[in-house]
């Protein structure tokens, strides 16, 4: 019995961060960033970081239980054959995005990003929430590219 629950609830554990940690990104970028351009442009920048610094502490907890039960899923319905096929093209896809999050959020944004972030948002304000508001955009075009591969991954489409 609990053996059969062990599955289900790894999968909803991963499917429920991977909501929060995509909506919070989604968020950021289609209601946060946007909305500082009604600041003044030099109080946009130090508004968007300390807005990110609440949400980056989720984002790494949420981003680390993402990757810890599907290393898990991965093990338990061994799935590691398939990685670098055309086959598991959805499991690489996802593999490669997670590992992009957490050299962003644990390697550049505490080495460099968050300085290099003050020091041109003093300067340009509105240059550096437009260049924000791109990057914020990509990320989330290629997270809703990797959850529909998943969905259909799983369902043994590819
Ligand atoms: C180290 C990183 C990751 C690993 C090892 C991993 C592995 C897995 C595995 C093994 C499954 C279950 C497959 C099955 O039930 O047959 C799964 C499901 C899923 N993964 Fe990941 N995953 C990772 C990261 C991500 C990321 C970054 C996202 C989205 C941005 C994501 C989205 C999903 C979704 C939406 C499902 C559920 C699909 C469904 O049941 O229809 N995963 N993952």
Do not use: Y
Request: aromatic share 6%; no cysteine.
């Amino acid at each position: 019995m609990t053996s059969l629950l062990i599955l289900p609830l790894l999968l909803a554990v991963h499917v429920l961060s991977v909501i929060l940690w995509i909506g919070g990104l989604a968020f950021v970028t289609t209601v946060v960033l946007p909305a500082l351009a009604r600041l003044p442009a030099a109080r946009r920048i130090p508004a968007f970081l300390e807005i990110e610094r609440r949400f980056g502490l989720q984002a790494r907890v949420l981003v680390l239980v993402v990757g810890a039960s599907g290393a898990d899923m991965l093990a338990r319905l061994r799935l590691a054959r398939l990685l670098g096929t055309v086959h598991g093209l959805w499991l690489d896809g996802m593999i490669t995005f997670w590992a992009l999050f957490m050299l962003l959020l644990f390697v550049l944004e505490p080495a460099v990003l968050h300085r290099r972030l003050r020091e041109r948002g003093t300067r340009d304000g509105e240059a550096t929430r437009v260049m924000l508001l791109r990057g914020h955009a990509v990320l989330l075009i290629l997270a809703l590219i990797v959850v529909t591969a998943a969905v259909f991954g799983v369902q043994g489409v590819g």
